[in-house]
């Protein structure tokens, strides 16, 4: 059964920095892997995926501002967040695909206070 674990969310300043992980469980290998994000009232929207292991993708609203990165050994994915924005407040959640899968995580909760 495959799990995905978030940590890292919490309440931070505008200009801060924030770390989200998410590690995953029950699988050994994934097409893409990454995190999306929902503010209350917004659809989810794709924040930053890694693809085929090494693709990078970020939405716009976040590039230079966000990293993405994974740790293979570990099967866990990493999201450095810096110079954080009131619009960045959202529940984060964790995304794998593995062929035509999907999984999600539970999410984690970003508030960035102005």
């Known amino acids: 059964q495959v799990q995905l674990v978030e940590s890292g969310g919490g309440l931070v300043q505008a200009g801060g920095s924030l770390r989200l992980s998410c590690s995953a469980s029950?699988?050994?290998?994934?097409?893409?892997m990454g995190w999306y994000r929902q503010a209350p009232g917004k659809q989810r929207e794709l924040v930053a995926v890694?693809?085929?292991?090494?693709?990078?993708t970020y939405a716009d609203s976040v590039k230079g501002r966000f990293t993405i990165s994974r740790d293979n050994a570990m099967n866990t994915v990493y999201l450095q967040m810096n110079s954080l924005k009131s619009e960045d407040t959202a529940v984060y959640y964790c995304?794998?695909?593995?062929?035509?899968?999907?999984?999600w995580g539970k999410g984690t909760l970003v508030t960035v206070s102005s």
């Open positions: 890694i693809i085929s292991g090494a693709t990078t």
């Open positions: 995304y794998l695909r593995r062929y035509a899968e999907n999984y």
């Open positions: 029950g699988i050994s290998s994934f097409n893409a």
